[in-house]
């Protein structure tokens, strides 16, 4: 049997970090096995679908690199389909009609609540016929559940899980008005989509035990369920804003890469021994649904801004370059006119920031035009004695016949010997004079991307200032 998979977000907001991961797991599953990773859309609320999510939904999966089998299946669309499986089971007895009307059941829920007893569907129209006065009125399709046993599910993650039957009332298929509802559109979707696996959070394990018995009264097969954990945050609380739990294009935007966020997220509730670094390779070669964790996993987002730079300190130059100059040109307000710079800056950038952010940041200096802004602690610098220093430094600097870093530190070496200086008193100032900060890569490597005309021109001003 092939194996078939499917993530079915509703498009009510954002792709959130648990949906990600269910996503993520989704998919690395279908390929371990071969088979196929599905995308549903689950439309059926149309008062809170926004249009804006199905595209942000879909946008972010491919962003992640996610990348689904054949085309989006949208739940709305396939209500017909929905309608008549309901229509089946009510003909062949397996469903009936509730004429129950919202005050009939407002005072069911009252008595049940007086007597203490759980607040659930009584079965009142289960074998009951309609009289002449309820003829014609609004009527409600409820599936006639089992009543005696138990529902047992061999949930691949929490392991063998039951519930006893009389604990489940007997659902709601079709609403009044006609329209289907979740849990009867959930069940023919899978069915119709021919899915074998059913993975998702385990905040759907109650679910389950429904769409179980309904699925074997449509005459189908069951899939097999995997139950994950949800995420919680570092503190070991429900996953919100503050721990991380925003739109995955929040990640996107703030500088993270997807590779960094896949492997981060896998290691959520899954683990490969004491690996920590993962490739795709290796977590399609590794992954298994039954490997997964019971216990809930804590999102810390120290972690994963650790992680996303070791992915940024491996990632290829042209590459992050192409990431990283929107983000230049948007801290800078122009475009930037320094491309070759950019790129032979790269190697330098990277290895000291975490997000696509910090490499912004820090090529700022590198593709600004002059003069450079100093900021205060730089300026301080210039004003006690830097400028003195610069002017001493500087005719060695112009007459170097190359321009390495190797080069330049030798040249300002030696200028400091000759001053009677250590090399700490004369570097912060060029510093300065040269990035306009005293937070910055490596000063000789820095000037020898800059080039020696654009170095010394900084150096000048910094001198005129």
Same mark, same amino acid.
């Given at each position: 049997?092939?194996?078939?998979?499917?993530?079915?977000?509703?498009?009510?907001?954002?792709?959130?970090?648990?949906?990600?991961?269910?996503?993520?797991?989704?998919?690395?599953?279908?390929?371990?096995?071969?088979?196929?990773?599905?995308?549903?859309?689950?439309?059926? *609320? %149309?008062?809170?679908?926004?249009?804006?999510?199905?595209?942000?939904?879909?946008?972010?999966?491919?962003?992640?690199?996610?990348?689904?089998?054949? &085309?989006?299946?949208?739940?709305?669309?396939?209500?017909?389909?929905?309608?008549?499986?309901?229509?089946?089971?009510?003909?062949?007895?397996?469903?009936?009609?509730?004429?129950?009307?919202?005050?009939?059941?407002?005072?069911?829920?009252?008595?049940?609540?007086?007597?203490?007893?759980?607040? %659930?569907?009584?079965? %009142?129209?289960?074998?009951?016929?309609?009289?002449?006065?309820?003829?014609?009125?609004?009527?409600?399709?409820?599936?006639?559940?089992?009543?005696?046993?138990?529902?047992?599910?061999? &949930?691949?993650?929490?392991?063998?899980?039951?519930?006893?039957?009389?604990?489940?009332?007997?659902?709601?298929?079709?609403?009044?008005?006609?329209?289907?509802?979740?849990?009867?559109?959930?069940?023919?979707?899978?069915?119709?989509?021919?899915?074998?696996?059913?993975?998702?959070?385990?905040?759907?394990?109650?679910?389950?035990?429904?769409?179980?018995?309904?699925?074997?009264?449509?005459?189908?097969?069951?899939?097999?369920?995997?139950?994950?954990?949800?995420?919680?945050?570092?503190?070991?609380?429900?996953?919100?804003?503050?721990?991380?739990?925003?739109?995955?294009?929040?990640?996107?935007?703030?500088?993270?890469?997807?590779?960094?966020?896949?492997?981060?997220?896998?290691?959520?509730?899954?683990?490969?021994? *004491?690996?920590?670094?993962?490739?795709?390779?290796?977590?399609?070669?590794?992954?298994?649904?039954?490997?997964?964790?019971?216990?809930?996993?804590?999102?810390?987002? *120290?972690?994963?801004?650790?992680?996303?730079?070791?992915?940024?300190?491996?990632?290829?130059?042209?590459?992050?370059?192409?990431?990283?100059?929107?983000?230049?040109?948007?801290?800078?307000?122009?475009?930037?006119?320094?491309?070759?710079?950019?790129?032979?800056?790269?190697?330098?950038?990277?290895?000291?920031?975490?997000?696509?952010?910090?490499?912004?940041?820090?090529?700022?200096?590198?593709?600004?035009?002059?003069?450079?802004?100093?900021?205060?602690?730089?300026?301080?610098?210039?004003?006690?004695?830097?400028?003195?220093?610069?002017?001493?430094?500087?005719?060695?600097?112009?007459?170097?016949?190359?321009?390495?870093?190797?080069?330049?530190?030798?040249?300002?070496?030696?200028?400091?010997?000759?001053?009677?200086?250590?090399?700490?008193?004369?570097?912060?100032?060029?510093?300065?004079?040269?990035?306009?900060?005293?937070?910055?890569?490596?000063?000789?490597?820095?000037?020898?991307?800059?080039?020696?005309?654009?170095?010394?021109?900084?150096?000048? *001003?910094?001198?005129?200032?």
């Amino acid at each position: 049997m092939s194996v078939v998979v499917r993530f079915a977000p509703s498009p009510t907001g954002y792709l959130h970090i648990g949906g990600v991961r269910t996503a993520l797991f989704n998919y690395l599953y279908a390929k371990h096995t071969g088979g196929k990773f599905l995308l549903r859309i689950e439309d059926t *609320d %149309r008062e809170r679908s926004i249009p804006a999510a199905i595209d942000a939904i879909m946008e972010g999966l491919k962003w992640l690199g996610l990348e689904w089998d054949g &085309d989006a299946v949208y739940q709305f669309a396939r209500a017909d389909k929905h309608r008549a499986a309901a229509e089946r089971l009510l003909a062949e007895g397996k469903a009936y009609k509730c004429y129950a009307t919202p005050e009939d059941l407002t005072a069911m829920r009252e008595e049940q609540k007086n007597k203490g007893l759980p607040i %659930r569907y009584d079965g %009142r129209w289960r074998d009951r016929a309609p009289g002449a006065d309820r003829l014609g009125t609004p009527y409600a399709v409820r599936f006639k559940a089992p009543q005696e046993g138990d529902t047992v599910l061999n &949930d691949l993650v929490q392991g063998p899980v039951r519930v006893a039957n009389a604990q489940l009332d007997d659902m709601i298929l079709l609403r009044s008005d006609g329209t289907p509802t979740y849990m009867l559109s959930v069940v023919v979707d899978d069915i119709d989509m021919g899915i074998t696996h059913v993975i998702r959070g385990d905040d759907h394990l109650n679910n389950a035990f429904r769409q179980y018995q309904l699925i074997l009264a449509l005459g189908a097969p069951a899939p097999k369920y995997g139950h994950i954990p949800l995420i919680h945050g570092a503190d070991g609380a429900k996953l919100s804003k503050r721990h991380g739990a925003v739109g995955v294009e929040f990640y996107r935007d703030h500088g993270y890469l997807p590779e960094a966020l896949r492997n981060y997220l896998l290691r959520l509730g899954w683990s490969h021994g *004491d690996d920590e670094i993962i490739s795709d390779a290796q977590a399609v070669e590794w992954f298994d649904i039954v490997d997964v964790n019971r216990g809930a996993a804590r999102f810390d987002m *120290d972690k994963l801004t650790s992680l996303n730079g070791h992915y940024i300190r491996h990632a290829d130059d042209d590459r992050l370059m192409k990431l990283a100059l929107p983000l230049v040109e948007r801290k800078l307000g122009r475009p930037v006119d320094q491309i070759a710079r950019l790129k032979q800056a790269m190697p330098i950038l990277k290895q000291r920031a975490k997000t696509l952010l910090e490499i912004a940041d820090g090529a700022a200096f590198f593709v600004g035009r002059r003069p450079v802004q100093i900021d205060e602690k730089a300026a301080a610098i210039l004003a006690e004695g830097g400028k003195t220093a610069i002017e001493g430094v500087l005719p060695a600097l112009e007459w170097a016949p190359s321009w390495t870093h190797g080069e330049i530190e030798v040249r300002v070496r030696a200028y400091a010997e000759q001053a009677g200086q250590k090399l700490g008193k004369v570097a912060p100032p060029l510093r300065a004079a040269v990035c306009g900060t005293l937070n910055s890569p490596p000063l000789f490597e820095v000037m020898e991307v800059l080039g020696q005309e654009e170095t010394i021109a900084r150096l000048k *001003d910094s001198v005129a200032g």
